[in-house]
């Protein structure tokens, strides 16, 4: 095979590295480069100048405060850390392999909420507080939760009307009323967020990864990981980063009220939650929109899924769902509400 003919725009971004492939594997948005100086990792994307800017802006903010849990972005010969080319964005990293196996027992999602903690910790800073942007926070979020709720009802008037239930259809109505309760817990633990925040008058900001994910994660040999892909890293709550992660667990394997408190309290042993963030954390997890994601899906038939895997799915999520249900009561024990 004729490398420079069948990638060809991938030989004219390595130009820019000085890097010439032997061989070139893809796998999904990354190829796999092998060179006579080792072996590569070349990430294509979509990104404007403003959100290029602002990548480059973290790597280089990661590497001064010594976050060293990130898998590295090489420069080009001149100096550059993303090569612009035909509407794409493309950065270059060693490749790292992915190890599974280790040489001591490991406990993935444990190392993950702890190096979240630590990136959250390195990167704090209080925000200047302003008492009409967090109300505004606040509106925003319940309105669309409101927004999504009325959808819910309507597609459940809709579907009581017919003479046969489709199983999803039957799944979700018996479960409907239970949606109904989180989402109503979603918006108490949302108000408590915010009188906290207005009593205390201050809220704190963190580098957000923004897609935290085993995906996103690299693990060696001795089980330190190392996250990449940070191109949805934001300034925001730790709230968000830990309940995206939180989300990414649940769907992974079975768990129970018990690992998510003992996740939330490794988090907590490197980077403490005040309480008002625990509230806000707590909210994201409890609204049901993951439940109403597969609505939107089944309603949509975008996708050949089969009626039994659609009921599978939706059946796996409202059994996280109340898992977070029990999680959230443990977490809040004691608390008058």
Same mark, same amino acid.
């Given at each position: ?164 239930? +489709?199983?999803? /259809?039957?799944?979700? @109505? =018996? ?5 109904? $309760? !989180?989402?109503?817990?979603? #918006? ?123 009921? +599978?799915?939706? /059946?796996?999520?409202? @059994? =996280? ?5 029990? $999680? !959230?009561?443990?977490?809040? #024990?004691?608390?008058?509400?």
């Amino acid at each position: 095979m004729n490398i420079h003919v069948q990638h060809k725009p991938i030989g004219a971004v390595l130009f820019q590295y000085d890097l010439y492939p032997e061989k070139i594997e893809s796998i999904g948005k990354v190829k796999k480069i092998y060179t006579p100086n080792g072996v590569f990792a070349l990430k294509e994307t979509k990104m404007s100048e403003d959100e290029t800017d602002w990548f480059i802006h973290v790597i280089r903010r990661l590497e001064r405060i010594g976050f060293h849990y990130v898998v590295p972005i090489l420069p080009t010969k001149y100096g550059d850390s993303v090569v612009r080319y035909d509407g794409h964005v493309y950065y270059l990293m060693p490749w790292y392999d992915d190890q599974t196996k280790f040489k001591h027992a490991v406990d993935t999602e444990e190392v993950m909420v702890e190096e979240l903690a630590r990136l959250h910790g390195l990167t704090e800073r209080t925000q200047e507080y302003s008492e009409e942007v967090l109300e505004e926070s606040y509106e925003t979020l319940k309105k669309r939760w409101g927004y999504r709720r009325l959808e819910m009802e309507r597609y459940v008037e809709q579907i009581e009307g017919n003479v046969y239930l +489709s199983p999803f /259809e039957l799944t979700f @109505l =018996t479960h409907f009323q239970r949606t109904i $309760f !989180m989402a109503e817990e979603a #918006e108490k633990h949302l108000k408590k967020w915010m009188e906290g925040a207005k009593e205390k008058k201050s809220f704190r900001s963190v580098l957000c990864h923004g897609k935290p994910s085993r995906k996103h994660t690299c693990f060696d040999q001795y089980g330190t990981a190392y996250f990449l892909n940070f191109e949805k890293a934001v300034l925001d709550t730790p709230s968000r980063d830990m309940a995206l992660m939180f989300r990414h667990f649940f769907q992974l394997r079975p768990w129970d009220e018990q690992e998510g408190r003992h996740w939330l309290q490794l988090y907590e042993k490197h980077f403490a939650f005040f309480d008002e963030e625990r509230h806000l954390f707590m909210s994201y997890l409890a609204f049901p929109e993951s439940i109403y994601q597969s609505v939107d899906a089944y309603q949509n038939k975008e996708s050949s899924v089969p009626e039994l895997q659609s009921v +599978s799915q939706l /059946e796996r999520k409202i @059994l =996280t769902m109340n898992r977070i249900q029990r $999680f !959230m009561k443990s977490v809040f #024990e004691g608390e008058q509400r």
